[in-house]
């Protein structure tokens, strides 16, 4: 079992940065593929970006290409996602999910989730 604790989530305006990260305790984290996914109010959970055990590969929703940016550091426990050029649709609770199957794009692919991090941005 893995424990993950996201952080980094504020307000931003609209072109603004933010970099979240998610802590993960437990079991070794190099073992897990590693993801975000946000929910916006009245929304369901959508993928975000996910991450293989060794970084070799990454996946991004076309929503976020090119503005995410998601990284890992074995040695630190922790995933981040690196978020530029925010918009006010990126608005939304994110959160991050570990899974020991196969990196994927659907929330099923992942079996723990963190507490979610609220990110706000103003246009």
């Known amino acids: 079992q893995v424990q993950l604790v996201e952080s980094g989530g504020g307000l931003v305006q609209a072109g603004g940065s933010l970099r979240l990260s998610c802590a993960a305790s437990?079991?070794?984290?190099?073992?897990?593929?590693m993801a975000w996914f946000r929910q916006a109010p009245g929304k369901e959970r959508e993928f975000v970006a996910a991450i293989s055990r060794s970084s070799l590969y990454v996946l991004y929703a076309d929503s976020v290409k090119g503005r995410f940016t998601i990284s890992r550091d074995n040695a630190k426990n922790t995933v981040y996602l690196q978020m530029n050029s925010l918009k006010p649709e990126d608005t939304a609770v994110y959160y991050c999910?570990?899974?020991?199957?196969?990196?994927?794009?659907?929330?099923?692919?992942?079996?723990?989730w963190g507490q979610g991090t609220q990110v706000t941005v103003s246009s």
């Open positions: 999910g570990a899974g020991g199957r196969t990196i994927g794009v659907t929330s099923s692919n992942y079996d723990y």
């Open positions: 437990g079991r070794t984290f190099s073992s897990y593929y």
